[in-house]
């Protein structure tokens, strides 16, 4: 079992709609999660960052965190075009160690 | 503030051939990562500096050394180049300085390697 896991996609969503993205992980000690956003060619980007139960918004980004359910997901509300890219998913647990996700691409039609 | 920057952004290298992949950081952080990117592979880390001086070996550290050389600098070499070691390359660092305080990690540009 991967200790991060998303799925590759890709997830194609029309313009203006809400996209739901996803990640479990498996060491139930992970203390913080954030969200990276990485366009074609490009270095990865940080967008979201979560480490209690519950939601977290900012501004069309909503991050949700289950830890008893060991999943977190990145909500984007209203989604244009420009946010096609792919999203990374990234788990912190102890020694400060960090793992990723491969990434679900995201696509949005107009 | 140029973050975290990378030297060179693209290399092609014959098998055998070595080479040292530059990154600097001016945002005082104490820590920083090297990774490869592959498809289908995700970002996979190769070796970490927790602070200066210090340097541990990540998930995939065969093939390659790194040095610390002070709290800016973090290099990585490929002594002798192998066709599995055609990748996108990113440093990384992190600190307490970061927007959400958290020490994520702020990501170079990356550096396209081929090695035929």
């Known amino acids: 079992q991967k200790e991060v896991e998303q799925n590759s996609g890709p997830l194609s969503v029309p313009e203006g709609a809400i996209a739901s993205l996803n990640c479990t992980y498996s060491d139930r000690g992970s203390q913080s999660f954030f969200w990276y956003r990485q366009y074609s060619g490009k270095s990865p980007e940080l967008i979201m960052f979560?480490?209690?139960?519950g939601d977290k918004e900012d501004g069309r980004f909503t991050a949700q965190l289950n830890k008893a359910s060991q999943y977190v997901s990145l909500l984007i509300r209203d989604s244009q075009p420009s946010d096609s890219a792919t999203y990374l998913c990234?788990?912190?647990?102890?020694?400060?160690?960090?793992?990723f996700g491969i990434g679900t691409k995201l696509q949005v039609i107009p | 503030n140029a973050g975290v920057t990378q030297t060179p952004k693209f290399q092609v290298l014959k098998t055998g051939q070595s080479m040292t992949l530059q990154c600097a950081q001016d945002?005082?952080?104490?820590?920083m990562y090297w990774y490869r990117q592959d498809p289908g592979m995700g970002l996979r880390l190769i070796y970490y500096s927790a602070s200066e001086g210090t340097t541990d070996k990540g998930e995939v550290p065969n093939g390659y050394n790194v040095s610390r050389l002070n709290k800016r600098e973090f290099s990585l070499r490929l002594e002798s180049a192998a066709p599995s070691q055609t990748s996108v390359y990113f440093c990384a660092s992190s600190g307490s300085s970061g927007r959400w305080g958290s020490y994520e990690q702020y990501f170079g540009p990356g550096t396209r390697l081929t090695v035929t």
């Open positions: 945002m005082n952080h104490n820590s």
């Open positions: 990234a788990v912190r647990g102890g020694y400060q160690k960090v793992t």
């Open positions: 979560i480490y209690s139960n």
